[in-house]
């Protein structure tokens, strides 16, 4: 049995049963991390190890090296215990009384530094640029799969947010479904441009602007702000001032910008939570599949649809009343937090 | 500014954003536990101590001491630090360009046990009997006044689960509205219901109990089984054989069933991951209410909805993807998890 998604008709949700992870190292150990080490030939993203991880698909190399050598500055390649493979059976069919996939897809490791020592809250614009131009090459890439509906990218910063190898490093899971969290997000957005023939999160911004009080920073793009219905302490959503839809066609100038609004956040909130484990993940609008049973899905969508970053703080721990409802608890007000992370520096 | 519940808009969320947990002694720590101690004098869970609490509301007291004294064998008090609170205003306004309630609700806590060293592993039927009928009774009671729309109970076993005290218990909260993840459990099943003419977790069901491959453990009224989409590593569902749809009214030779396949999968479940967290929530049909504006919302539940219990083992980290999406990785088939608990005794 290979890795499949399963479907859970009583609550409309989708599972990765993914047979390889469960061969990683350790098992079934409450704690999967490994420990920090100072002994750097064991970590499989260190200049020299290229050939501990599978094949490259994509690096920065300045100095003109070539592929899984060192003189990378950002490097690319499938996840080693992927969640889902582009080798796997892209299909839907029944199993006796439910649904599943196959586990078609890719899962992709973004190391975004060669510095075992050098963690996001080190980096400074250069190298926040450096990332999400990656993510950007990255999404484009696998989008030429027509198979793909959906590409997220996700950061986990901290053993508490999931994170597994010390080096820092960001994921890709390229998917063949759009997400339940994206769906509702598109949805929200129709709905509200259907009423108002305006941007949802274009209205936020606006609104944020003028209150303030939510603001932890803004440049020339972008602004990032403590959501009104934040779910995490702490959170911060980044979004371009000026509505865009799409992350994979952000342009190079605007890239350099999200680096610099990027650098600004995660120093704020490392110096603010002497450095809180999190989460960091991009929205962004699916590329434009015709897919005939649903015509109407991706009108639009370049209108009301509105790109952006959430960043939740792994500070409180997620239990059964926001795991068993949907509904968060959370003790910080937003407003608490802008003020907090605005005195912090 | 006290509690309240606030509504991103672009996630379809309520977030209830509590100042007074903020004054939880441990404040912004990561890690907000209290380490074991034979100091039983501290913990406020224990014979002697009734006065650290607020004044009880239930208990069960076979000696018949009186109230807020030892002699308890469970005992239940509002939540001292409440996410919400009935003294809260039950109202919905606008806040600027946004939407938000007032803090209305309750939260309970549910002392299943005068014992400090006895954790739910090493309970009886009997003992998880007298837990499940507090719950039904505190259920009733809350329901009584006609602004609770739903009463979520949940319990967080172990420190990753949320545990913050080590004493056992468990949790109400009381809601003024039906949480999201209820509201799809409920259109999901309606929606089969208007396919079929019948209840899809009574087919669910049904069609475990002939490929027997997943059941873990079944008595006259019960099925314990890890569902086909288990979003966790051993996650288990506990359902009634026979269609009921709500909790709260129970009979009682149903609890004293519930009671032992409760202590039979809390064994094993320990047994089996050598006492993992985990989080185990009731989902039952909310109570009718008249909502002149949604004529349609309860017609019929009583035939649709299926009331259950849903344990959610912790020993994976919840991490960008699975936040990010909505969609669960789990490296565990359920198959493998359902063979594994039943040969673990």
């Known amino acids: 049995m290979s890795s499949e998604i399963r ?12 047979i390889e992870r469960s061969r990683r190292p350790r098992g079934y150990a409450v704690s999967i991390y490994e420990e920090p080490t100072t ?30 050598t060192p003189g990378w500055k950002v490097r690319v390649f499938p996840n080693k215990y992927p969640a889902l493979r582009l080798e796997n059976p892209n299909n839907r069919e029944s199993d006796g009384f ?15 530094t060669p510095d075992h020592f050098k963690h996001t ?23 030429l799969d027509l198979r793909i509906k ?9 053993r508490e947010a999931g994170k597994s190898l010390v080096h820092s490093h960001s994921q890709l899971l390229a998917l063949p479904m759009i997400p339940p969290r994206v769906d509702i997000q598109i949805s929200q957005s129709r709905s509200y441009f259907r009423h108002k023939e305006r941007c949802y999160l274009c209205d936020e911004i606006k609104f944020e602007l003028k209150e303030i009080k939510r603001v932890v920073y803004e440049n020339s793009d972008y602004i990032a702000y403590c959501p009104y219905g934040s779910l995490y302490p702490f959170q911060i959503r980044i979004a371009p001032k000026h509505h865009y839809h799409d ?12 680096g610099e609004i990027m650098e600004q956040v995660v120093k704020r909130l490392h110096k603010a939570l002497i450095n809180p484990p999190f989460n960091m993940v991009v929205y962004t609008s699916p590329p434009v599949r015709d897919i005939p049973v649903y015509p109407d899905y991706f009108v639009g969508i370049q209108y009301f649809y509105h790109w952006h970053i959430e960043i ?5 721990t997620l239990a059964g009343f926001e795991l068993g409802t949907d509904i968060y608890i959370n003790p910080t007000p937003p407003e608490e937090a802008a003020k907090f992370l605005i005195e912090v520096v």
């Open 150 to 158: 959906y590409v997220h990218i996700f950061k986990n910063h901290g």
């Open 98 to 112: 439910f649904e599943k996939m196959g586990g078609f897809g890719a899962h992709e490791v973004v190391v975004e």
């Open 121 to 143: 809250q080190d980096f400074d614009s250069q190298e926040h640029y450096q990332m999400f131009y990656t993510f950007r090459e990255r999404m484009r890439a696998l989008y």
């Open 7 to 18: 479907f859970d008709y009583l609550n409309n949700r989708w599972s990765v049963i993914s």
């Open 247 to 258: 992350f994979s066609t952000i342009e190079e100038v605007k890239l350099r910008t999200l």
């Open 39 to 68: 002994d750097l030939s064991k970590c499989p993203f260190e200049y020299g190890n290229e050939d501990k991880t599978p094949p490259e698909v994509f690096s920065i190399r300045p100095d003109g090296s070539p592929p899984n």
């Open 312 to 316: 939740m703080p792994r500070i409180t």
